[in-house]
């Protein structure tokens, strides 16, 4: 049996048929119909009104810092709780970082997202906020705390396409939302990003600086230093397809989460659904009694030949940051130390499930 992935891709079937017609257009070049056709297919699922394909999310979360003029020392707040890949662009801009820890939503702590800006040594410009895993955080608190301290808020969703809180969007409540389509995300165009939000300058700014910030003239003409960011039409073409599955994926990603939390519940805790939200349940993700229980059952799984992997490891405890300012109460940190990331790829079987959540008990 071939090996089990953590997510791997899976197709829906007509990614090819308009791959075929980008060739047959001799559109390979970048942008094209199907760069516009896939925006548009985020902009209709997510409801929002402008949005940006993008060869990746880091991409996104770098124009976001950059369209919003957000620079040189200015502080920019992060979840901890997250990838590298959220808060690499801070460093781009030269930017300070503060992290601050989770609570019991495994998401951004509102409590310490109030004491970083009243310890901050300058009023931090932006939130860098992450849906890990897919699953929501306390949206209500977090957008309010933002308003009211004139915080951009720039939601890190490439985990989180199809979640949603309030029944909108994950990704569309703050300034500038991004998604995710890398290998292992929920759809993916083997690489590529979208960068959404309800304004319409802020995305025009963005494409801009997405394509070398060219001025609109016969030659080649620059104000500005730009980037090379956006996505191929090919890659398009395949995002096109991907979103006709989207809702497919989520409803199998979550029948996948059932599924292993019936059968290991009184072993584990699983990663909450806060009130009024539904998470895409990305990865299913839980957390032993015991610290490092996890590391074992990793190698037991392993031996089978099955993917799996601690959590995220916090960003105030990588050594890169290694002396950055960080708000955290030890949440993320315990929750590191015995959390495990388990294989939920939408194309596994139930059998197959079955199967890990036998081995992860046997291991215990
Ligand atoms: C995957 C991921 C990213 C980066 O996405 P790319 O498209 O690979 O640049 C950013 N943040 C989080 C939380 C991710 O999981």
């Known amino acids: 049996m071939a090996r089990v992935f953590l997510s791997a891709p899976y197709m829906g079937g007509n990614e090819q048929k308009y791959i075929k017609e980008v060739f047959d257009s001799n559109y390979i070049a970048p942008l094209g119909e199907f760069v516009d056709r896939f925006e548009q297919s985020i902009k209709d699922y997510c409801q929002i009104q402008n949005a940006l394909a993008l060869n990746s999310a880091t991409a996104g979360l770098h124009l976001a810092l950059r369209s919003f003029g957000i620079k040189d020392g200015d502080v920019v707040l992060a979840s901890t709780f997250t990838f590298a890949a959220s808060v690499n662009p801070i460093m781009y801009e030269r930017c300070e970082p503060i992290f601050i820890d989770c609570d019991e939503s495994w998401n951004l702590s509102p409590k310490l997202l109030k004491e970083a800006i009243a310890k901050s040594p300058k009023k931090p410009k932006a939130l860098i906020l992450t849906h890990l895993y897919g699953q929501a955080s306390k ?75 060219r001025e609109p003239l016969l030659h080649y003409e620059h104000l500005d230093y730009g980037y090379n960011y956006r996505l191929s039409n090919v890659l398009g073409a395949i995002g096109v397809g991907q979103m006709e599955v989207l809702q497919d994926r989520v409803e199998r990603k979550r029948q996948i989460f059932d599924i292993y939390s019936n059968l290991l519940k009184d072993i584990a805790e699983f990663m909450p659904e806060i009130p009024n939200s539904r998470g895409n349940r990305w990865l299913t993700t839980l957390l032993f009694r015991e610290k490092n229980t996890h590391l074992k059952v990793i190698e037991a799984l392993n031996k089978h030949d099955i993917e799996s992997r601690p959590l995220w490891k916090p960003m105030h405890l990588q050594p890169v940051f290694k002396g950055a300012k960080c708000i955290v109460d030890g949440t993320s940190e315990d929750y590191f130390s015995r959390g495990i990331c388990l294989p939920s790829g939408a194309d596994m079987s139930d059998e197959l499930v079955e199967k890990v959540a036998n081995i992860v008990r046997s291991a215990l």
């Not at 004139?150 to 199809?162: M, P, R, S, V, Y």
């Not at 759809?187 to 600086?209: C, E, H, Q």
């Open 139 to 213: 949206m209500n608190e977090i957008v309010e705390i933002c308003q009211n301290e004139n915080i951009k808020l720039i939601e890190d969703a490439a985990e989180a396409l199809g979640g949603f809180y309030d029944k909108k969007a994950l990704g569309t409540f703050g300034d500038a939302g991004v998604y995710s389509f890398n290998g292992n995300k929920i759809i993916t165009t083997s690489g590529g990003g979208m960068l959404v939000s309800k304004d319409p300058n802020f995305i025009a700014k963005a494409r801009y600086y997405s394509t070398q910030a």
